[in-house]
Every structure is written in structure tokens, then in C-alpha cells.
């Protein structure tokens, strides 16, 4: 469990800069322009965030010296999970939201609000994010809704895959300082 939790500091690094560096929020904020979150939301995702993710998180393993069948469940697990946590589901998880991500604990990530942008990064375990101040469960509320305020992307797998390496989605063309911190 320990190698598996220290696996998952990776993954959550991994995800912080993709929200942090400049270039790099272009190509994951088209996983967070989904607008109604739905089973499929955690589908959305640019091949240049899915390639440096799953990096950060398959080569802690291979260096651990990880079976063949620990990738293989792990694949399983992530693709199950990644399901239930952008559905669109109020279920109440109780005591378990605490122990590991929940939908309504990933909806606060990518809710559209920005006094609560920059908060719960971690793909599986919330103590990670309380370990680094980014750990925000209110409850049993629900942000008002999801996607991105600030930016516009065109319509298309062709035309989204493009976009981040051409234009910047956001109006205006923004510096980094003058936006919202997602």
C-alpha cells in the first residue's frame, strides 16, 4: 500500500502542473471544458495530458519493479474510477469520501466557481491533497456547475487536438498572472 500511495504523490504532481504551467493548462483545460459532467467527462482528455499523466504514474512502477499483473489491475482500477468520479451521480459515499475520490470530491475540482479553483488534485487518495493544502470537501454540497469561465475551444477531437499546440483557449490571450489560478 505504501509503494501505491507514493505512486499516487506522483500522479498528483503530474496533475498540479498541468494546472500550474502555462503551456502545459492549455492541453488539460480541455478536460476541464465539460460543461455537464457525465461518466464519459473523464474520456476528454488531450493525448499530450493523457502521455505526461500516465507517465508520472507508470514508470514510479516499472522503476519499483512492479508484475506485469500489477499494471494490468491498475489500468483496470484507474479506468473504473475515473468513470465514477466524473459521473453525474449525487450518491452519498459517507465515511469512504474521506478515504478515497468521489465524484462530488472531483466535481469541486472542476467546478466553474474560481474562489475554488486550484483544490483537489488528487486522482485517488483526498489525504494527498490535505497533505499539500489543496483539500476542499464541503460537506455534502455540490458546486453550482463545472467547465471554464474564461476560454472557448472549437467543436471536434481533430479540432481540439490542434488547438492547444496553435492558440491559447483563453480570451484574450491572457498572461497567466492576470487569470484565475485554476
Known amino acids: 500500500m505504501a509503494?501505491?500511495?507514493?505512486?499516487?504523490?506522483?500522479?498528483?504532481?503530474?496533475h498540479r502542473i498541468f494546472h500550474s504551467h502555462y503551456f502545459l493548462w492549455r492541453f488539460h483545460s480541455?478536460?476541464?471544458?465539460?460543461?455537464?459532467?457525465?461518466?464519459?467527462?473523464?474520456?476528454?482528455?488531450?493525448?499530450?495530458?493523457?502521455?505526461?499523466?500516465?507517465?508520472?504514474?507508470?514508470?514510479?512502477?516499472?522503476?519499483?519493479?512492479?508484475?506485469?499483473?500489477?499494471?494490468?489491475?491498475?489500468?483496470?482500477f484507474i479506468a473504473i474510477h475515473a468513470v465514477l468520479i466524473?459521473?453525474?451521480?449525487?450518491?452519498n459515499f459517507g465515511f469512504l469520501k474521506y478515504?478515497?475520490?468521489?465524484?462530488?470530491?472531483?466535481?469541486?475540482h472542476h467546478c466553474k466557481e474560481p474562489e475554488h479553483y486550484g483544490k483537489n488534485f488528487a486522482v485517488v487518495f483526498p489525504f494527498i491533497d490535505k497533505l499539500f493544502g489543496t483539500y476542499y470537501l464541503p460537506g455534502n454540497e455540490w458546486p453550482k456547475g463545472t467547465?471554464?469561465?474564461?476560454a472557448s475551444f472549437p467543436k471536434g477531437?481533430?479540432?481540439?487536438?490542434?488547438?492547444?499546440?496553435?492558440?491559447?483557449?483563453?480570451?484574450?490571450?491572457?498572461?497567466?498572472?492576470?487569470?484565475?489560478?485554476?
Request: aromatic residues 20%; charged residues 15%; contains cysteine.
Open 30 to 76: 480541455i478536460h476541464h471544458s465539460t460543461e455537464n459532467m457525465d461518466w464519459l467527462a473523464g474520456s476528454r482528455t488531450h493525448f499530450i495530458d493523457i502521455f505526461f499523466t500516465r507517465s508520472m504514474s507508470y514508470i514510479p512502477l516499472y522503476v519499483l519493479g512492479f508484475s506485469t499483473l500489477t499494471f494490468h489491475v491498475y489500468i483496470v
Open 157 to 182: 477531437f481533430l479540432k481540439q487536438f490542434v488547438f492547444p499546440f496553435v492558440k491559447n483557449p483563453f480570451k484574450n490571450d491572457l498572461l497567466p498572472e492576470e487569470r484565475s489560478e485554476r
Open 3 to 14: 509503494c501505491f500511495s507514493g505512486h499516487r504523490f506522483f500522479q498528483y504532481w503530474a
Open 86 to 91: 466524473h459521473a453525474n451521480t449525487s450518491i
Open 147 to 150: 467547465g471554464l469561465i474564461e
Open 99 to 108: 478515504v478515497i475520490t468521489t465524484p462530488q470530491y472531483h466535481h469541486w
